[in-house]
């Protein structure tokens, strides 16, 4: 009886005419860690297709992203490289509420090249030294970075390629070091060089070496909604999105874990 009414309401108003998405709709701004750039670029239409609510993307370092917060940054919600970061904010007091931080995606670091060739499946090359330059994220700010430091302490190499090392600012920037020649080779985020498709995904170009998960502290990233978006009802959309089969579906596709 309700529905029915409702209906004859909505004819009477011409209302049907309004996507009922549309009226609801809202914005939320994300602030996106630079290795989920390619999966957020790709969940944000998706998001916006499903749900009406727009995502507005910033992408940058996790660090950064963190002072930014603190200074009063206009963010909804942070998708952190890392989960260190989020957990911080939280104490700090600048979560969104409680059971609104959690594991969005495990990170995969690999060692790659533009050069095809130039980086075996084992990872050898880093024993020959036969390049010039290696780049990494700064370990200091970038959980890639961290996680690579660890790897080649765990391969005994650390002080042997530290004099070769060229340090990004992010893994973003760490990235283009190696597309624009300037590093022969360096330790990157799997998502920055893999393309998805029907098969399971392909290296977009160079070669690669999966780094062994067991060389290195697991990079889980965690997300948080934040104190400014805590009652901006496409932030929590946002949240309960990513969790859903399709966005995961697409994070997975790069090649990240889940839990």
Same mark, same amino acid.
Do not use: C
């Given at each position: 009886?309700?529905?029915? +009414?409702?209906?004859?309401?909505? !004819?009477?108003?011409? *209302?049907?005419?309004?996507?009922? %998405? =549309? &009226?609801? @709709? ?104 036969? +390049?010039?330059?290696?780049?990494? !994220?700064?370990?200091? *700010?970038?959980?890639?970075?961290? %996680? =690579? &430091?660890? @790897? ?108």
């Amino acid at each position: 009886m309700v529905k029915r +009414f409702l209906s004859v309401i909505a !004819a009477t108003l011409g *209302l049907w005419a309004v996507p009922f %998405a =549309a &009226v609801q @709709a809202g914005e939320v701004n994300v602030a996106v860690a630079a290795n989920f750039t390619a999966p957020m670029r790709k969940i944000a239409p998706m998001f916006e297709a499903d749900t009406g609510h727009k995502a507005v993307l910033s992408f940058g370092s996790t660090g950064k992203f963190y002072a930014q917060i603190q200074n009063g940054a206009p963010f909804d919600v942070l998708l952190s490289a890392d989960d260190t970061t989020p957990a911080k904010l939280e104490q700090e007091g600048q979560g969104g509420g409680k059971d609104r931080r959690y594991t969005y995606a495990i990170g995969t670091l690999v060692l790659w090249s533009k050069q095809p060739g130039l980086v075996d499946a084992q990872g050898e090359v880093l024993k020959t030294g036969q +390049f010039d330059k290696i780049a990494l !994220a700064d370990p200091r *700010l970038a959980p890639y970075g961290a %996680a =690579a &430091v660890e @790897a080649l302490t765990a391969l005994g190499l650390l002080d042997t390629l530290k004099p070769k090392f060229v340090q990004g600012e992010n893994i973003g920037q760490t990235h283009q070091f190696v597309a624009t020649g300037n590093a022969a080779l360096g330790f990157v985020a799997l998502s920055q060089v893999w393309v998805p498709d029907e098969q399971g995904g392909k290296l977009k170009e160079g070669s690669v070496w999966r780094v062994p998960a067991k060389l290195h502290q697991p990079i889980r990233q965690d997300l948080i909604l934040l104190k400014k978006g805590q009652d901006n009802a496409a932030a929590v959309a946002l949240l309960k999105y990513l969790k859903g089969e399709k966005a995961r579906a697409v994070i997975q596709s790069f090649g990240y874990g889940l839990e």
